[in-house]
């Protein structure tokens, strides 16, 4: 069903924008407006939305969706020309489109009318989509549980005999039975040292040893909503120097987390972990950005790093993950979800953050 | 190292083409070409090749590789703008852009220089990346080997105590231990009924009964090339029904094989397959194309379909897939993957096609 909600809060980004007119083809992007997905693959499948409220669909018939209340169905087979049909139903003057549409699907549109002019259109859409309604807050809410369930069967499965592609594998299959879709991602598990290469995923072979720094960063898709979160953990031990550096990320973390409300911008977040950081003396081994967007990807605006001047609001979903990287020595990470609130903000995952030693 | 044959092919498809300079942003097809990968995910990273053979690169400095022999090296940082660098280096008139490039970047060029217009350009990579090199033979032989002794597992470990899904789990772990990549896909194992839909994947809780077909399609990248293949066995017994779709199946492919040579078109190539099956009364069942290229991806051109005119050549390598799909009782399919010589074909996939009864 049209979701009349989220179209209006597009149409009026449009105004914002200066667009009359808009071409939608992200997968999820359509689903946020209709309910539906294409699924269109390399074929043509489009909405057009106009800044009076219009719809029109255009789609294959074979990778489409039935007639919906609200929009004009355009269907084409295989054998008729879709950049013709949408073409036809265009303004002349600026179109925006889909950032992220295959340049085919653009070019083929320009050659059918010499009277528009193409601009990214996507700014509408993705401006609406940082804002999570209630339906959506439910759903990231709900992974965010399955996540803590799962960051909880991780420490408790950690052992000598699972290398890190072993642990990995059994936290996959635990998502899975818990309800995540096929598009999960690896599940990072890194021992010791790897920890401290912020994109080591989880590599046969890799043997746990005393003293270790274990980290888990734990994401998958669940209902079509991401949940995302980082724990480090110590086997057996944890050394003074590594149990300072795990107090600083964790200080460093609250920090941030303590910064986000409404009107503050996207680069004080960043800036208050890192301050933490820098003045404990660890400032050039924080080598990421504190934060990155979340809802049907696990990566989307707004992104909490320096230059970002983007203004927190109410109902904008981000991860908070300042971390401490030593090479061939250790990697502290520690990451939650949490949504902007009137006054702050709400932690989606849950599981705690004081020290943990795993005997 | 720029492969200079690879990329003269290019050069004189332009020309077929009228095309005087692209832009190839494609992963595989920059790969093709420099025998790197510029991994550029959301950011910009380019070729523009010219007509007289010139080549430019422009890459993120954090994704990119280093300076090559015969290109010229533009690098770009992230406060820079790639598209104005781009810009800078075109002609006036037609620019061919890769068909799937993201449109945000596409659009961003076409903004900085009202002088240039957009066509799709990728056909002139694509008509030279059909055509396989000797280096790219043997890494499809060398794939279709390992696919020869994954069928050999996959078959030898049929039990009823698997689920289609377990099996296939099995059959993916043997192909990984192999040398597949982590690209690969979920192998199809589809039971009985299950197999009569030809996108049947391989589902938890799916059993094995006496007397069903068992349908196996494989396909994984091993080395940056991809194998395919699918045999169809079946389990304790086989009915005379099932034994006389099988051998339709196995005419079929035969006939189509038989009909591959330099100078065919890629639709009689599918006539010839469906000329079997219609004659033997089964012509309603066969409900899908009758292969696809294969190369670094595992979907390419050319297809072997009903109005594709295209010619075969000499080093095209695709499937041969025809199959009978009848609802509610059984699916045969039998592929092979075949490479065009000068006077037939070479079947890479080896696995033997007489009928095989599991005890």
Redesign the interface.
Known sequence: MLNRDRLDAIVNNMKKLGLTQILVSDDNAVYYITGRKIDAMERCGALLIKDDGEVHAFMNRLFCFEEMDGMTMHYYSDDENPYKMIAENLNSGAVG????????????I??ERKDIS???G?DAVDMSMALKDEEEKEKLRHAAKINDMAMDFAVSNIDEKLDEKELSDKIEEFFEKNGAS?DIQ?QYVCYGKNAAEPHHGAVAGEKLNEGDAVLFDLWAPINGYWCDMTRTVFYKKCSDRHREIYNIVKNAQKAAIDTVKPGVKMHDIDAAARKVISDAGYGEYFITRTGHGVGMTVHEPPEAKSGNDTIAEVGMCFSIEPGIYIKDDIGVRIEDLVIVTEDGCEVLTKYPKELIIVK
């Open positions: 489109f889909d950032k992220n549409w295959a340049s085919k699907h653009t070019i083929s320009l050659t193409p601009v990214i996507s096929r690896l």
